[in-house]
């Protein structure tokens, strides 16, 4: 599996759009780019995941460049209940192989 | 709907005391199952994943063993407990048409 490098933590402004960038410089063509977030002592959610086209769902947007080696995950209105540790993972899916494999993430802290 | 459980909650266990953690899924079938531990103040480690019946994949070589007895049960152990073994174990599973990870509540465990 590709690894992928995030800044250790970030802080954003309450209000405006807080985003997260990940590098998957070893990404292979057939490995999607995944984003979870873990609030403090809960297992982490599920926020959105893409190939190679920009996505939007209700949580957030995902913008991952034409070359594939990076992505940033945007809040577009950030609240005190998205201060979080966010990870970055990338996946690929064959079978018998089902590994997903979390980094250290980013520590997004909103300020009130 | 899917859900899945995951018991008990919140353990104290002393060094050298046995261990199972337990973890069941429902509303699914052929899930692909993961045991993760996460230490103090650290991201998330994957220990153990499972594709079928039997069938474990060991990710770190450690005091601890994974088992699936039944398609939607998967169950963590271990024989003699090490002051290392404290953390926090997260068990998931993940639908293999679209990798989004569903995790359980987690179990806390501190070995004393």
């Known amino acids: 599996d590709a690894k992928t490098t995030q800044p250790p933590s970030m802080d954003c402004a309450e209000g405006r759009a807080a985003n997260l960038p990940c590098n998957h410089s070893?990404?292979?063509?057939?490995?999607?780019v995944y984003w979870y977030r873990q609030i403090h002592s809960q297992g982490p959610q599920y926020i959105i995941h893409?190939?190679?086209n920009n996505e939007t769902n209700e949580m957030a947007s995902l913008i991952i460049t034409e070359d594939r080696k990076s992505s940033t995950l945007i809040l577009p209105h950030a609240t005190l209940r998205d201060t979080a540790v966010y990870y970055c993972i990338v996946r690929v899916t064959y079978f018998g192989n089902e590994k997903l494999t979390f980094g250290t993430g980013t520590r997004l802290t909103i300020i009130p | 709907s899917q859900t899945i459980h995951q018991w008990p909650a919140t353990l104290v266990q002393p060094v050298g005391s046995p261990l199972s953690l337990e973890c069941t899924v429902e509303g699914t079938s052929n899930p692909n199952l993961y045991w993760y531990r996460q230490a103090a103040g650290r991201g998330l480690q994957l220990l153990f994943y499972s594709v079928g019946i039997g069938q474990i994949s060991s990710e770190v070589p450690q005091n601890l063993s994974a088992s699936r007895p039944q398609d939607r049960q998967f169950i963590l152990s271990s024989k003699k407990l090490l002051l290392s073994d404290s953390g926090f174990y997260l068990c998931a599973w993940s639908v293999l048409a679209t990798g989004e990870l569903f995790f359980g509540e987690g179990s806390r465990l501190t070995v004393l």
């Open positions: 070893t990404i292979s063509g057939n490995e999607y």
């Open positions: 893409g190939l190679k």
